[in-house]
């Protein structure tokens, strides 16, 4: 039998309250107000009644149907779909096709997959290696952890040969989006190499992997995810560390183990040519 609320009547003027008081609201009397018990409507549950409580696994749960938005990767985010009578503010251009935009052949520039929570998401890096006159040249990143951007640069110069001692260098995660995780150690390092050398990546290519001290490139989790994500947005070329297992469709996927063999597969070999706007 299901128990009533609980309520408090002063005896003297008859004004009810939901807790007991030492003092009645109503006529200001002492001591007056006594614990009254309402009836339980007939077929009315437990968790219904105000002010009684209800064990957490007594709680019923049902689950809403919920609707397709007909965009798998938005039904995934929503939990499945949308709830009936709910609201949901949805931005409108793709992350990927919004943060991973270059322009061919500019040098300094390289599109890395990186994952953003459980979501690869493509973007660019930019680099920038200048002469510096500094005793102690610059590393400055924005979007990348400092010590990794110290780590790279080190091993650059000792495992592929790029004399950067000498000289600053910036780099920049376009769209203000911060690399979080080992994957996007391979962009960065091609971006940087790219401004090094003075040549562009290679057009239509992408790249991730974690580098190692030794220079050796390792796996990045969900490569085959990351993949897919690169097909989506046109791009033809992936470099990714050894290992990758081989595809039959989408972007040509070049495996490397080193360092030196994903500048050597990522660059251009030799600088481009200007482009002239025709007359």
Not at 232 to 238: A, D, N
Request: with cysteine.
């Amino acid at each position: 039998m299901a128990r009533g609320a609980v309520k408090y009547v002063c005896s003297e003027c008859g004004t009810a309250t939901p807790r007991w008081l030492g003092k009645c609201p109503g006529c200001d009397a002492f001591g007056t107000l006594v614990e009254e018990r309402e009836a339980a409507a007939p077929g009315k549950a437990p968790e219904a009644l105000a002010g009684v409580p209800v064990a957490l696994g007594d709680v019923s749960v049902s689950e809403a149907e919920r609707i397709s938005t007909g965009v798998p990767e938005l039904d995934r985010v929503l939990g499945g779909g949308l709830v009936p009578a709910s609201l949901v503010l949805v931005g409108v251009p793709d992350p990927s096709e919004l943060f991973g935009a270059t322009h061919p052949g500019e040098v300094g520039a390289a599109v890395g997959c990186i994952l953003e929570g459980t979501r690869p998401l493509l973007l660019e890096v930019q680099a920038l290696v200048s002469p510096s006159d500094l005793a102690m040249p610059r590393r400055v990143g924005t979007g990348v952890d400092p010590r990794r951007l110290a780590m790279l640069v080190a091993v650059l110069g000792r495992h592929a040969g790029l004399a950067l001692g000498s000289a600053d260098i910036f780099v920049n995660v376009a769209g203000g989006v911060r690399i979080d995780e080992p994957g996007g150690d391979l962009p960065v390092a091609l971006a940087i190499a790219s401004a090094a050398r003075g040549v562009a990546v290679v057009e239509g290519s992408a790249s991730f992997g974690e580098i190692g001290l030794t220079g050796r490139l390792r796996p990045a989790a969900q490569s085959e995810r990351r993949v897919d994500e690169c097909g989506k947005l046109g791009i033809g070329t992936v470099v990714v560390p050894d290992g990758a297992p081989p595809r039959e469709r989408g972007p040509q996927v070049v495996a490397v183990e080193t360092l030196r063999a994903a500048i050597a597969a990522g660059l251009e070999t030799r600088a481009r040519e200007p482009r002239v706007a025709a007359a």
